[in-house]
Structure formats: C-alpha cells, structure tokens
C-alpha cells in the first residue's frame, strides 16, 4: 500500500467577517456617504475598465468628521477583536489612517488593486440591493501574478487565485491591506453603497535590539 500524501495550510490568508446589523440606519450612514460624494468630484476611469465608469468616491478624510465618530468609535472596537484573533500584541495603537464613502451605481465597478501603506483594509456595506445582484468583493491570490494556473478539477484553499465574499447591509469584511481586491459591475438597478477605511498600527516593530526594530 502506497503511503498517502499529506498537504499542510502553511500560509493561511484571514479574512474577517461581522455583521452590525441595524448599524447602518441607527447613524444614518447613507445620507452621510450621499452628502460627501456628491460634495466631490467622480474618479476618472481606470484604463483597465474600458468602458466601465469606477465608482464615485468622497475625500479619504471621512473619518473626521463629526458625524462619522460613532461609526469609527466602532470600526476600532471591532479591530481590538480581530488583532487579538490574529495573534498581535494587544499593546498596538489601532488608528485609522483613511476612510472614504464609495457610490456604485448600475454599470460601475471598482477595479482591482490593493493598499500597501497600511495593515488592514475594510469596508462596510451601508445598503441592500437586490440580493442576486449585488456585486460581491472579489479578493485575489497574489501568486495569480508570479506562476503557470493549471486547470482545476475543483476549487479549495491551495488552488484557488480569488475569492468572492458575500455581501449584504451591515456586514464589515476586515483583510489584510497587501491583498488585491475588486469589485465586479453592479448590474442593479439600485446604487450599491459602502465605507471603506485603512487601518495602521501604531507601536514598535521588531524586536527592539534588531537592526529592523523602528516605531511607527
């Protein structure tokens, strides 16, 4: 009898998944993501979509404002969860950097891309839009880029170059930031809305009497 052969998951990707249900309505984030969209101008379109509009976007600075404070106050406590399941030191200060209102009308996308500058990346689903619809987040290997793809007989962890995560309102997706992400044509006719927002930590790095060892 043959020995078997065995697969060990040496490098696993998390992706986090919470659902703040009510959230949106209690602090009226769509009013608030149409107020400051609209007070900007739209993204040009990414020559990789020809033909395709992005989505409109506001300022990256969101996360100033007044109005925004509980939805942030908020963010932060959810990322005390998630650094402590990733198994970082707790002693970190979680500051978000960045966050933006997104507004996907019917026929628009968002192409993919990724945020080297920061640790984590997210994004919160203010709306519901017709549920077969609605585009979901796609999330990419980065091995897709850098090897052959052979062809698979059935999709799991070790072979798979993306991941489509489902959608729906007051879900919160967390994931690392160095990981490429899009988001397909809304092919509703309702406008798909969302928050996104980086999150950096602030502390030392490295072991302190390490030539890598700085404070950021």
């Known amino acids: 009898m043959n020995p078997k052969v065995e697969s060990i998951q040496i490098f696993a990707v998390p992706v986090f998944r919470i659902l703040l249900e009510g959230l949106s309505d209690k602090l009226g984030l769509e009013k608030i993501v149409r107020d ?101 987040i796609l999330l990419w290997n980065d091995r897709s880029h850098h090897q052959l793809s052979p062809t698979r007989n059935y999709d799991h962890p070790f072979n798979r170059n993306r991941f489509p995560v489902e959608l729906k309102k007051d879900l919160l997706v967390i994931f690392p930031a160095w990981v490429d992400h899009e988001v397909s044509v809304n092919t ?20 302190i009497d390490s030539k890598e060892s700085t404070i950021l």
């Open 188 to 207: 509703s006719s309702k406008d798909r809305i969302s928050i996104a927002f980086n999150v950096m930590l602030r502390g030392r790095f490295a072991e």
């Open 36 to 136: 400051h969209v609209y007070q900007g101008k739209p993204r040009p379109r990414d020559p990789k979509l020809v033909g395709i509009p992005n989505a409109f976007q506001s300022s990256p600075s969101l996360h100033t404002e007044d109005v925004m404070q509980p939805f942030k106050e908020k963010m932060v406590e959810v990322m005390k969860d998630v650094i402590e399941q990733h198994g970082i030191d707790p002693l970190y200060e979680i500051e978000i950097t960045s966050m933006w209102g997104n507004i996907q009308p019917k026929g628009h996308a968002f192409h993919r891309h990724s945020h080297h500058n920061n640790m984590f990346a997210a994004v919160y689903y203010v709306n519901q839009t017709e549920l077969k619809k609605f585009p979901h």
